[in-house]
């Protein structure tokens, strides 16, 4: 990792501060991309807002010029899956606001939306430990909210977290027995809440009480090493999870968002729900697109522990069905779950898998990588593309345009990838902190020559230029285009209720 422990920038040879103030920019001739259109266009952008996108903008002199011949302008990632500074398994994440956020700058990614953990419950408690721990942002960011237990004052509390703090979705784990797991019961409140609030509700579907058994199970055979964390929870265990909370949230008939879908049996319950008009969202992250669980079987137990993530990476075909399922629009949109932690942290399951600490890293590689894996394979259109690393999120999470899109209005949260350059991956050039990265040794074409992130250029020619504090935190409103219309179908089904409820009344 090329991160400076010492300093707060980054250079090609000195770590410093390195804030580049907010400047009128001129991107010329490249192809601007938008998910549902492409021209070649300049893009003109001042005081951190996109002005005008159109050929041929003359500007003065005091203007910086970037030329994009040959290459793609495309709207900044937007990643829906971190944990940066996350307190978790007896520790805590390696990357937090600052060195997470410095890493999805250099990758293209310009915002991601962080899980707010609740402190004993509390969920202004933990909105406040996340205010604090973002202070040092460098990019924008957002925050879920995760509910991890139920009583009055946490319903009232989601109430002001959507209505005064800016949160549209909570999550809801059905694993981590004993921490952050819930049950059924409470479930089906947060679903109904959610509802009422116009917020999204997710979750992490795999069933805990299963995983349960099966690590007594594994540890009772003596399988102590990291392929045990596969062993012992199958793909069988993330798809009931997947279905059971689909119909949950059918029964209520909210939206559900599906965090981390990496097998078939997970995908084909969102494909079902979705063939059936139910409005479930399937993220796929890009660990889960194009890794196996292969690695857990490594002799090293640093190289093994490296992969350790939950639901955990699957058997080979999982990934490429995943990415089929990408490609035909039965999931929607790509995350990381970027939750890293170095060798040391993972050692603390050195003699029982259950205390790998769960996470693994992609901030900074998701668009390089699906860039290289969907796009340039052929699977999907550079349109696509776009839709898929960036639009769709800030639609489902209802920041577009503002987000998501290289329109005259929009923030300016841009990127140049040029698709001649390529691309290599290793823990030692990487600008995160971790000494690993699951996905060292990798390359492909397609490269991200230039960041901008609110009208800032922060990534250009390798180098970074990032200020602590710069990033701003994103209010996201609730009622998105996912609720829109739900209950007019669902009216529908209310009133074939009454039916047999009329035909009984009229015989008696
Ligand atoms: N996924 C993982 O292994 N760690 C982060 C926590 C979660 O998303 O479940
Ligand atoms: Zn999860
Ligand atoms: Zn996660």
């Known amino acids: ?174 694993a981590y027995k004993g921490s952050l797991m819930i049950n059924d019961e409470l479930l089906l409140e947060g679903f109904k809440k959610c509802k009422s609030l116009g917020a999204l509700a997710m979750v992490h579907a795999e069933n805990g009480d299963a995983v349960f058994e099966g690590q007594k199970r594994m540890i009772e055979l003596g399988i102590t090493g990291p392929e045990g964390h596969a062993l012992s929870r199958p793909a069988v265990l993330e798809g009931e999870a997947t279905g059971r909370a689909i119909r949950l949230a059918g029964f209520v008939n909210t939206p559900l968002y599906v965090v981390h879908v990496m097998s078939i049996d997970a995908m084909e319950e969102i494909a079902k729900a979705r063939k059936s008009g139910q409005r479930v969202v399937g993220e796929p992250v890009v660990s889960g697109l194009l890794l196996d669980d292969s690695g857990l079987w490594d002799p090293d137990f640093t190289t093994a522990a490296k992969f350790v993530m939950s639901p955990p990476l699957r058997p080979s075909g999982h990934g490429k069905a995943l990415q089929a399922a990408l490609s035909t629009g039965v999931l929607q949109l790509v995350g990381t779950d970027h939750c890293r932690f170095n060798s040391t942290q993972k050692a603390l399951g050195i003699d029982d898998f259950r205390k790998i600490p769960n996470g693994v890293n992609g901030i900074e590689e998701r668009m390089h990588l699906l860039w290289d894996t969907m796009v340039e394979s052929g699977q999907i259109s550079v349109t696509d593309y776009v839709r898929l690393t960036s639009t769709e999120c800030a639609r489902i999470f209802n920041i577009y345009p503002r987000k998501g899109a290289i329109l005259a209005g929009s923030d300016a949260d841009i990127i140049i990838l040029n698709p001649n350059s390529s691309f290599e991956i290793s823990a030692s050039s990487d600008h995160s902190r971790s000494d690993t990265n699951v996905f060292e040794g990798r390359g492909g074409k397609g490269k991200v020559e230039v960041t901008i992130a609110g009208g800032r250029v922060v990534w250009e020619n390798g180098d970074l230029t990032v200020a602590p504090g710069s990033g701003k935190y994103i209010d996201m409103p609730p009622f998105s285009y996912l609720f829109n219309g739900i209950d007019k179908e669902y009216a529908k089904y209310l009133s074939s209720l009454q039916a047999p409820v009329k035909r009984f009344k009229a015989t008696t």
Not at 2 to 7: H, N, T
Not at 147 to 153: G, M, N, P
């Open 1 to 174: 990792s090329q991160f400076c422990e010492a300093g707060i920038g980054y250079g090609d040879s000195e770590c410093g501060v390195l804030s580049s103030s907010m400047s009128k920019i001129l991107i010329k001739g490249g192809t601007v991309v938008n998910a549902h259109h492409q021209e070649i266009a300049d893009v003109y952008v001042q005081d951190g807002i996109i002005v005008a996108v159109k050929p041929n903008i003359k500007v003065d002199d005091d203007v910086i010029v970037l030329d994009a011949t040959g290459k793609f302008v495309m709207p900044g990632g937007i990643d829906p899956h971190t944990h940066l500074a996350f307190d978790f398994m007896s520790t805590q994440t390696v990357d937090d606001f600052f060195s997470g956020q410095a890493a999805a700058l250099a990758g293209g990614t310009t915002m991601h939306i962080d899980f707010v953990i609740p402190v004993n419950g509390s969920l202004s408690a933990g909105y406040e430990a996340y205010t604090e721990k973002a202070k040092n942002a460098c990019m924008d960011y957002g925050f879920h909210m995760a509910i991890t237990k139920w009583d009055e004052i946490v319903s009232r509390e989601m109430e002001i977290m959507v209505k005064e703090k800016g949160i549209n979705s909570f999550k809801f784990f059905l």
